[in-house]
């Protein structure tokens, strides 16, 4: 009697044991951003915060005073992403964007906009880059046609390096954006599937916001064939970046290439 007691009580033991092991885990690996402050010092009537709601470490909806996101998910996966404009209490949806998979990799968005629709296609290549091609519904037949433009996406490290965009024919411009990281922790980067996202998820801003760590340089560089005639100033911005004990940013002040603070943002976990 006496060692099936003990046996008993060892057993409850390792039970707790894993139940707290499994708790400290959980709580550790999804450390989400639960506000996002974004802080304009020059314009604060244009400050404005965003809130994030979520049903574990997925993302169910994101508001601000501008819009509002709903998501859905399969698996694991963001299957869906809904946009709201936000006026006066009314919610009107105004865009619309399906994703779809292929091995564990983003293969095809169909984003629906304004009335229109656009595709995205990535490819991966050898060499681990991602070609991204465009293709645009024609309203009046109902037929797609594929664009000129496209972009190569290199990941180094669970972070987009390089984003090479080919403007197309019709401006003959080549840009190229290269990204510079810390090695802390991105505020985003435990929300299930964001990862997979690759370029095409970002907060008001044209900066993917779907990796490992935080972008602290972000440069643009501009190819110009013969038939562009289009003048570009200089277009870079620097991060500093507050850390948390866990590596996490709490705030982000962005400068851009004449060393003026363009914005602040502080993270709520």
Request: charged fraction near 25%; charge should be negative.
């Amino acid at each position: 009697m006496q060692k099936q007691l003990s046996y008993y009580l060892l057993a409850i033991i390792f039970i707790l044991n894993s139940c707290s092991n499994e708790e400290y885990n959980y709580s550790v690996n999804t450390i989400l951003p639960k506000t996002v402050k974004t802080i304009y010092s020059d314009h604060p009537k244009d400050n404005f915060s965003t809130d994030f709601i979520y049903d574990g470490n997925k993302i169910v909806s994101i508001r601000n005073k501008n819009e509002k996101r709903d998501y859905e998910y399969e698996g694991n996966n963001i299957v869906k992403e809904t946009v709201y404009s936000l006026y006066k209490g009314e919610e009107t949806k105004y865009a619309e964007t399906n994703y779809s998979y292929k091995n564990d990799s983003l293969k095809t968005v169909t984003k629906f906009l304004n009335g229109e629709k656009i595709r995205y296609d990535y490819s991966y290549n050898n060499n681990g880059s991602i070609t991204k091609e465009v293709y645009n519904l024609d309203n009046n037949t109902s037929k797609e046609s594929k664009k000129s433009e496209k972009k190569l996406i290199t990941i180094i490290n669970g972070n987009i390096a390089n984003l090479e965009s080919d403007w197309g024919d019709d401006y003959d411009v080549i840009s190229i954006s290269k990204y510079e990281y810390d090695t802390n922790n991105n505020a985003f980067k435990n929300i299930a599937g964001l990862n997979l996202l690759l370029d095409q998820f970002s907060l008001d801003s044209g900066i993917s916001l779907s990796s490992n760590n935080n972008i602290k340089r972000y440069k643009v560089n501009y190819k110009q064939g013969l038939l562009s005639n289009i003048a570009f100033e200089p277009y870079w911005f620097k991060m500093e970046y507050e850390y948390n004990k866990n590596g996490y940013p709490i705030k982000k002040t962005t400068y851009d290439y004449a060393e003026r603070i363009t914005e602040i943002v502080e993270y709520v976990y």
